[in-house]
């Protein structure tokens, strides 16, 4: 990058950190719905009885 | 009428200041400006260069499925390879022709539209791009693997797609690297649309494409991860002993589904919600008039990303849910009909009284308009519960999806392409042959999907390499509209390349109603641009709406 986008980048170091924290907040939230929509089956799961949680049962087949 | 044949490129004191940056526009070259890319116009190139060798070879596997049923029997290719080439063509398709198409399209236009220098995150956008061919060769490569390339159809329902041959786990793996760039991109967008817009740019200035774009990027960074847990899943029932989705072991493979879809119709609007952008842009400036409803457009989109979430079960009516979870499903659905339809009507009222052309960005545009209407239609016929449960699984929902994703989300592409490309080249492309490529497109796009509803609606399942003689009228007309289709399109990477080659120089404005920061700036757009943030006073004149 040339040195005025540099400057418009990097100059203001209250931008810096609202860049840094809204990546860091959007990341959480993709992480929350990966773990989360895995997590809700694993629970649905064992509510359930076997399934996912049962890998004992399904080893042994 | 286009201002593209001998004004000079440079007609404001914002061009002039350019001009002046342009004397100190470096840039790297050879293959490193490639790779080691953070510029985002370059990586916007790369990324349309992808999707169109994306498009190519997914569209050549749309030829084998149209040759293949050209006529009843089993002639060019075995069962397999068939189901194969349905799930590849769609794979390819949407995650490597039309998603990475509208990503060029935002790091090409989303800075240069809110004045920002760059996308926040240029390093991010950088591996967001150069994860996409890694992905996609191991998952062309499956096509030579023992048992072949995955055949479960896109929707990768379990327990069939479990069964798949030494495909599986490479084919995981690719939709994987595919979400990653798709969390990422979405990331960069919307941190550089909170972040980096130029003083003066509200929230409310921003043009519909920014906005579609904003919008859309919420919507991929809630509907991937769980695309991603649902393969991550598939994947443990696989090698780890897990039975998420298999019914003898205790798991449920209708929860697959459940799960599948509340990531699969965001999607929908994760491919369609920039096209809206892009058809706001190009209406106003071929009507000579301002977009009809701003605001309103606005909250339409933002509704129809909210809503894009509640629906998900419409896919799923035969599996048998509950009646009050068919009954909220169905009306859910039909609610997605009152914001789009604030949509339709309001281009149809920005071009109402105006003095309209149709240079070939229109033309697309328009096309987008009629067609993609006639998908929203069928559509409102499969939200219907009873209908849907003759619809389900005929070439009637191929015909619907197709008219929503060719002549809607890849006609807008296609248009957005034809409007933007003399801003990054440069140049003026040539307009007989690309409204050639609009009247080619049009016809045969009808011709190859229309049969289709008759088809299904007489009860043609789809996913079959074989059918029953009394369909074979229409396949025959539904294949040459596919190979026309499919060859019409060869106009276009020709358009462009001989445009880049040989085109006439064209204008700062080019289109002379445009509106818009990016049309401030000087044709091409320098390699650096808004180095030094545009003035309110430019904002606000492009900001016309």
């Given at each position: 990058m040339i040195a005025g986008q540099m400057r418009v980048l990097d100059s203001d170091p209250e931008r810096r950190r609202r860049v840094r924290r809204t990546t860091l907040v959007l990341a959480c939230v993709a992480l929350a719905f990966y773990i989360g929509f895995i997590v809700m089956s694993v629970m649905r799961s064992s509510r359930q009885g076997g399934g996912a949680a049962d890998t004992t049962a399904a080893a042994s087949r | 009428m286009a201002e593209h044949t001998h004004a000079p490129a440079a007609t404001s004191p914002a061009h002039a200041v350019h001009a002046v940056h342009d004397e100190h526009d470096h840039r790297p070259h050879g293959w490193r400006r490639w790779v080691y890319a953070t510029n985002h116009k370059d990586i916007g190139t790369m990324y349309l260069v992808f999707a169109g060798l994306m498009f190519l070879i997914g569209g050549s596997f749309a030829m084998v499925i149209r040759a293949e049923l050209f006529?009843?029997?089993?002639?060019?290719?075995d069962p397999q390879f068939f189901n194969s080439m349905t799930t590849m063509h769609a794979l390819f398709m949407i995650f490597g022709a039309v998603m990475p198409a509208w990503t060029g399209l935002a790091n090409w236009l989303i800075p240069m539209q809110i004045g920002a220098p760059d996308m926040a995150l240029p390093r991010l956008n950088n591996l967001s791009f150069w994860i996409l061919p890694f992905a996609f060769t191991l998952l062309f490569s499956t096509l030579f693997v023992p048992g072949g390339a995955p055949a479960g159809g896109w929707t990768l329902y379990a327990p069939l797609m479990v069964q798949t041959g030494d495909a599986f786990p490479m084919t995981i793996f690719a939709i994987h690297m595919m979400g990653a760039s798709s969390i990422l991109g979405a990331i960069n967008v919307i941190v550089t649309i909170m972040n980096m817009r130029a003083k003066g740019m509200g929230l409310l200035r921003m043009p519909l494409f920014v906005w579609t774009w904003f919008i859309t990027a919420f919507l991929l960074i809630a509907a991937m991860p769980v695309l991603a847990g649902a393969v991550t899943m598939l994947l443990t029932d696989h090698y780890f002993g897990t039975t998420f989705f298999t019914a003898t072991g205790g798991g449920d493979p209708i929860m697959f589904q459940h799960i599948f879809w509340f990531f699969g119709h965001p999607e929908v609007y994760i491919l369609i919600l920039p096209a809206f952008g892009v058809v706001s842009e190009i209406i106003p400036t071929f009507s000579r008039k301002p977009l009809f409803g701003y605001e309103t457009m606005v909250y339409a989109t933002a509704s129809i990303g909210f809503l894009s979430f509640i629906v998900w079960a419409h896919h799923m009516f035969?599996?048998?849910?509950?009646l009050a979870g068919q009954l909220f499903f169905m009306l859910s659905t039909m609610l997605i009909a009152v914001p789009t339809g604030v949509k339709v009507f309001n281009w149809t009222a920005t071009m109402y009284k105006g003095s309209l052309s149709f240079e070939p960005p229109m033309l697309f545009a328009l096309g987008f308009l009629f067609m993609f209407t006639i998908g929203g239609f069928s559509g409102l016929m499969l939200a219907l519960v009873p209908a849907d449960y003759e619809y389900h699984g005929t070439y009637f929902v191929v015909a619907h999806f197709h008219y929503v994703l060719v002549p809607g989300a890849i006609f807008a592409i296609i248009g957005a392409v034809y409007y933007w490309l003399p801003k990054w080249s440069g140049k003026m492309y040539d307009m007989r042959l690309a409204t050639w490529h609009f009247w080619l497109s049009t016809v045969f796009v009808n011709v190859l999907f229309f049969p289709q509803h008759f088809l299904g609606l007489a009860g043609m399942p789809r996913r079959i390499p074989d059918y029953a003689v009394q369909f074979t009228d229409w396949n025959m007309v539904s294949s040459i509209g596919g190979f026309a289709f499919g060859l019409s399109q060869l106009l276009f990477p020709y358009i462009v390349l001989k445009c880049l080659r040989s085109g006439e120089p064209a204008t700062g404005r080019v289109w002379e109603s445009a509106h818009g920061l990016e049309w401030e700036l000087p044709s091409p757009a320098p390699y650096h641009s808004w180095g030094e943030p545009p003035s309110e006073a430019l904002i606000a004149r492009g900001a016309a709406h």
């Open positions: - | 006529e009843p029997g089993m002639q060019l290719v035969v599996t048998g849910i509950p």
